[in-house]
């Protein structure tokens, strides 16, 4: 199947391609704030190389986050475009199940948390006694500190993504049970490629974000 992933949950954009023809590439790069330019040349870039065109796609998967906002709708709005010129059924994975996903191939098979920035004090975690599926929840700080002992008393928790290093207090309130596996910081496109296949297609209008929280608009808009 030709497949192309998209990942823009984090400053870290990612693009996937891989082909029945025995092609499998990826590019990465680091976008401005709105900036969409550099995701749609690595997407053309990835096709050029495998020598196909978009109308040749059979399934678009997308990163839904959560996430940036900007990044999300961004990359969002790319995968839907893509899907309704060309017909093609796209899959929306999560950002934190992809998380877990890795720490599952890297073959931790206990307990394990997942975190991404959001704002200031904030952080996307998830949490998988098992398995890849995950509870996903915003957390403060003081949120997080009731949040952990109850889930992790007693026992190595493996952790990944870019919340455990982006907001410190995490790992400072997890304590010598958070144990780093050494996967992936962020999502990655070619792990949201993988964990396409087990999903169910939805059409483009059907592709739709997981934020988790309000914007920063609806957060400070009047009363």
Wanted: aromatic content about 6%; some cysteine.
């Amino acid at each position: 199947m030709n497949v192309l992933a998209i990942t823009t949950s984090t400053p870290t954009v990612g693009v996937w391609l891989r082909t029945d023809a025995g092609f499998a590439a990826g590019r990465t790069c680091m976008v401005a704030r709105g900036q969409a330019r550099p995701l749609t040349e690595a997407i053309w870039a990835l096709l050029a190389a495998a020598r196909l065109d978009a109308a040749d796609l059979q399934r678009i998967a997308c990163d839904i986050g959560p996430g940036s906002f900007t990044g999300l709708r961004m990359g969002l709005a790319t995968a839907r475009a893509l899907a309704w010129a060309h017909a093609v059924p796209c899959v929306g994975v999560g950002s934190l199940p992809t998380l877990v996903a890795a720490l599952r191939a890297a073959g931790w098979t206990g307990p394990c948390a997942v975190a991404l920035p959001a704002r200031t004090g904030v952080a996307y975690v998830g949490w998988s006694d098992a398995g890849i599926a995950c509870e996903e929840t915003l957390l403060t700080a003081d949120d997080f500190a009731g949040w952990w002992p109850h889930r992790a008393s007693g026992r190595a928790v493996a952790v990944a993504g870019s919340g455990w290093h982006a907001a410190g207090w995490l790992r400072a309130a997890a304590g010598p049970a958070a144990t780093d596996v050494g996967v992936a910081d962020a999502p990655v496109a070619r792990a949201i490629a993988e964990l396409a296949e087990s999903l169910p297609s939805l059409a483009a209008h059907d592709l739709l974000p997981r934020y988790l929280q309000d914007s920063h608009a609806e957060r400070h808009q009047p009363v």
